[in-house]
């Protein structure tokens, strides 16, 4: 079965501090995802990747960086953790097609609870 | 501008009963929809993906329809039961080469004895 697991679960963080939320992909995927969710919105697109040593940005990247050094592993960094990026950070990875259909659905991590104080 | 809306935001319904949840989108092009079921404190699993005009799909006592030209889904579920307590998503995909996808806030649904 199709395993995506998010490190820490949840964490505290200070502002101005640095935070590093780990994703680890057992599905031999190649596109990962970094998504944050809100409360009373929807998961918003921060960063993903669709190979090994390369990231793109999502729809939100600013205050955040992306790490791929592996297929498996997917890295998010605060790098100056701030009040406003409290949220729930969620890790996906799915297949693609190049015709651009997804052609599975994503798989996504339990989650990892950011408070920011 | 959101470009998914769901509705309601929230249901209460009695363990048994029926009830259907909305979606409707703006996203262009649509190229499929699909439901994803969140527990709490859990991560999103896929219930049923719809990709052409009027689909109809079905998965045990979730079935949902979509309308490509009114830009509407419905997820109905039948004889609810307590685990299906959770907030339930929509999400509609472009297509595009980037594959994005746009998610609705969701539907969160309580079920009680």
């Known amino acids: 079965e199709a395993a995506v697991t998010q490190s820490p679960r949840s964490k505290v963080a200070v502002t101005g501090g640095k935070v590093t939320l780990s994703c680890h992909q057992t599905?031999?995927?190649?596109?990962m995802y970094w998504y944050r969710q809100d409360t009373g919105h929807g998961l918003r697109l921060i960063h993903y990747?669709?190979?090994?040593?390369?990231?793109e940005k999502g729809d939100i990247p600013d205050g955040y960086k992306a790490s791929r050094p592996s297929q498996e592993n997917f890295s998010l960094i605060l790098e100056l953790a701030s009040l406003s990026q409290t949220a729930v950070y969620f890790c996906a990875s799915s297949d693609w097609d190049w015709g651009g259909a997804m052609k599975d659905t994503q798989y996504f991590g339990p989650g990892t609870r950011l408070l920011v104080l | 501008k959101t470009q998914v809306e769901q509705s309601p935001q929230s249901l209460v319904v009695r363990q048994g009963e029926n009830c259907v949840l909305q979606?409707?989108?703006?996203?262009?092009?649509?190229?499929?929809l699909r439901w994803f079921k969140q527990d709490t404190g859990k991560g999103l699993v896929s219930l049923t993906v719809l990709v052409h005009e009027n689909d109809k799909t079905s998965n045990g006592r979730y079935s949902a329809t979509l309308d490509k030209d009114a830009k509407h889904s419905t997820l109905h579920i039948t004889a609810t039961l307590l685990d299906d307590t959770a907030t339930y998503i929509c999400v509609v995909g472009r297509g595009s080469a980037l594959g994005r996808l746009h998610f609705g806030a969701g539907t969160q649904l309580i079920v009680i004895p």
């Open positions: 990747s669709y190979v090994a040593d390369s990231t």
């Open positions: 599905n031999n995927h190649d596109y």
């Open positions: 979606c409707n989108y703006s996203v262009t092009p649509d190229n499929h």
